[in-house]
């Protein structure tokens, strides 16, 4: 049986609102040492990230505006890419392969239901293929 991320991901999740104070949630992405969370609406969906990357943009804004205020919608990456729950772990390989990202929200039937990250396909890798001395997946797909 061949694993997915959703047997890896995490569940547990930071995640802000738009509306939240930008200084309060980098607060939080410092405390908890996470490089970026999921930035949700009202209604539960995914509207954008937020990253320690995005927070750096606070600086900018004071040096104009002489203000550390803001809201999360202001620095957020409205840009999001998402994997499906039911991804291989080969197939997050290959996007983080393909990315600049350390984390992807991972998202069923398009709703939030967790998050993967390059430590989170090294471990299933580790578990799964390297500490048992199996071969290695292989890519069924035809490309």
């Known amino acids: 049986m061949n694993a997915t991320i959703e047997d890896y991901m995490a569940t547990d999740l930071v995640t802000f609102s738009p509306e939240e104070?930008?200084?309060?949630?980098?607060?939080?992405?410092?405390?908890t040492r996470?490089?970026?969370?999921?930035?949700?609406?009202?209604?539960g969906q995914l509207?954008?990230?937020l990253s320690k990357k995005d927070c750096l943009a606070i600086v900018y804004n004071t040096a104009y505006h002489q203000d550390w205020g803001g809201r999360v919608e202001q620095y957020m990456s409205r840009k999001v890419e998402t994997i499906d729950a039911?991804?291989?772990i080969l197939e997050a390989?290959?996007?983080?392969l393909n990315s600049s990202f350390r984390r992807?929200?991972?998202v069923r039937d398009g709703r939030l239901v967790g998050q993967i990250s390059r430590?989170?396909?090294?471990?299933?890798?580790?578990?799964?293929y390297l500490r048992e001395g199996r071969q290695a997946p292989?890519?069924?797909?035809?490309?």
């Open 34 to 43: 996470y490089s970026g969370a999921p930035v949700l609406d009202r209604d």
């Open 138 to 143: 292989q890519d069924n797909s035809n490309r």
């Open 119 to 128: 430590f989170d396909i090294l471990r299933a890798i580790d578990e799964r």
């Open 47 to 49: 509207v954008g990230v």
């Open 104 to 106: 992807f929200p991972v």
């Open 21 to 31: 104070d930008i200084v309060r949630a980098m607060r939080i992405l410092l405390e």
């Open 93 to 96: 390989a290959e996007k983080f």
């Open 86 to 88: 039911a991804s291989s």
